[in-house]
């Protein structure tokens, strides 16, 4: 009888487990849909890439992104030339990083990508600049137009 009664327990608790990731499911597509967003990934595919480089690159990717949140703490600490330094050493533009990025570039003669990598690092070194001569606030303006550079390029390509 016991193991009827805990058969008929665990029967219901299963079925209903079940119809509540259905609907949650369901509700999550409904609220997609609302929003109107595209259903279908329309940026490009960076397909020269092999595997192992697109592990390498999202490991930069990660990089970038703790940089930035390095930089945000030493602007908020009011630590100026730290902002400054880690901006220039680790985003910031030259023909070394010019190199680096056009490993990822898709078309040889040059795409928006090789365009939206260089803007980032530019403004790397407009943040750094403006932090350096004691601007606070023109370097959270220059951080705010970096992440918004970051994001530019994220809507257009993708792996
Ligand atoms: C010129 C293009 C470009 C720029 C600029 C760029 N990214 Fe990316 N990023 C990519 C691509 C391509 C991917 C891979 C997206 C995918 O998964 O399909 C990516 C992925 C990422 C990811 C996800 C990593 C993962 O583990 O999946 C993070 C985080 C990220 N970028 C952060 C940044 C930050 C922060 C900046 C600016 C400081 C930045 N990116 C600037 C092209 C760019």
């Not at 597509?29 to 109107?36: A, D, L, P």
């Not at 329309?42 to 092999?50: A, F, K, Y």
């Not at 985003?91 to 078309?107: M, Y």
Request: hydrophobic share 40%.
């Amino acid at each position: 009888m016991k193991k009827v009664l805990f058969a008929v327990v665990a029967i219901t608790w299963l079925t209903t487990g079940f119809s509540f990731a259905v609907d949650d499911h369901q509700m999550h597509n409904e609220v997609m849909h609302k929003q109107g967003g595209p259903t279908t990934d329309s940026r490009t595919e960076l397909t020269h890439i092999p595997a192992p480089m697109k592990v390498m690159h999202k490991a930069m990717m990660r990089q970038h992104m703790d940089h930035v949140s390095q930089i945000a703490a030493a602007l908020a600490a009011n630590d100026l030339n730290k902002a400054s330094d880690i901006a220039v050493t680790n985003l910031g533009w030259s023909q070394a990083r010019a190199q680096e990025c056009s490993v990822f570039e898709p078309v040889k003669s040059g795409s928006d990508y090789t365009i939206l990598a260089t803007a980032m690092h530019k403004k790397a070194d407009e943040l750094a600049d403006a932090a350096k001569s004691g601007h606070r606030d023109k370097a959270f303006q220059a951080m705010a137009e970096l992440i918004h550079n970051c994001n530019e390029c994220h809507k257009k390509f993708r792996h």
